[in-house]
């Protein structure tokens, strides 16, 4: 089982680039989130999403977006990077609406420059 | 959700039980205690929740206070690897808000 896979695990952007982090879950989750966590911070959360085709905001989302086509994929892509978005970036997956048994991904270290 | 107050940092020697205190005195009465720990650079790892009884797993034990203000997670025979951040947090189980995270406390397992 690999559990929640996140591609890349590093990039680096130049400002006013855009790309889009993947996260891949096998669990069959129909729950999934983006956060990110500055250095010596906790994690904020971006987006979420309750199932195929319902996303919603999270404390954060200013310069995201996501989409939710399947129950395995949800991708985060940033438009026009900016210095304030080199972070960590989390993506997690949980069978439900209880806040047990989140399962997180390895995370992709972004630096804007 | 209830707020959370956790010492910043701790200490435990290797072998021994680490006790890792959470004050949640404005806790309802349908909000759960979750504990998740992150180790360095890694994603946060669930460990273990509870309502009112204790409750015990393979990673650890979670005490509850009768009044339910406060609750300690327990690491019976603490290693090098459990050096981590812990994270205590409170919410109703079927919150429509997502699981939030605060700046936890770092433990630190001396050899």
């Known amino acids: 089982n690999a559990g929640v896979t996140q591609t890349p695990k590093f990039r680096i952007l130049k400002i006013g680039q855009s790309m889009t982090l993947q996260c891949a879950q096998d669990?069959?989750?129909?729950?999934m989130y983006w956060y990110r966590q500055d250095p010596g911070m906790g994690l904020k959360l971006i987006y979420y999403?309750?199932?195929?085709?319902?996303?919603d905001k999270g404390e954060v989302p200013n310069g995201y977006n996501v989409s939710r086509s399947t129950t395995e994929d949800f991708p985060l892509r940033l438009e026009l990077a900016a210095p304030s978005q080199t972070s960590v970036y989390f993506c997690?997956?949980?069978?439900?609406?209880?806040?047990?048994?989140?399962?997180f991904g390895s995370g992709t270290r972004l630096t804007v420059v | 959700d209830a707020k959370t107050t956790q010492p910043p940092s701790m200490d435990c020697a290797e072998g021994r039980a680490a006790n890792l205190p959470c004050n949640h005195s404005?806790?309802?009465?349908?909000?759960?205690v979750y504990w998740y720990r992150q180790i360095h650079s890694q994603g946060p790892q669930y460990i273990i929740h509870g309502l009112k009884n204790n409750e015990t797993n393979e990673m650890a034990s979670l005490i509850i206070t009768e009044d339910r203000k406060s609750s300690t997670l327990i690491l019976p025979h603490a290693t090098l690897r459990d050096t981590a951040v812990y994270y205590c947090?409170?919410?109703?189980?079927?919150?429509?808000?997502?699981?939030?995270f605060g700046s936890g406390t770092q433990l630190t397992v001396l050899p």
């Open positions: 999403s309750v199932g195929a085709g319902i996303t």
């Open positions: 997690a997956s949980s069978p439900g609406q209880g806040g047990y048994g989140y399962t």
């Open positions: 404005t806790i309802s009465g349908n909000e759960y």
């Open positions: 669990m069959n989750h129909n729950y």
């Open positions: 947090i409170v919410r109703v189980y079927g919150s429509a808000r997502q699981l939030t």
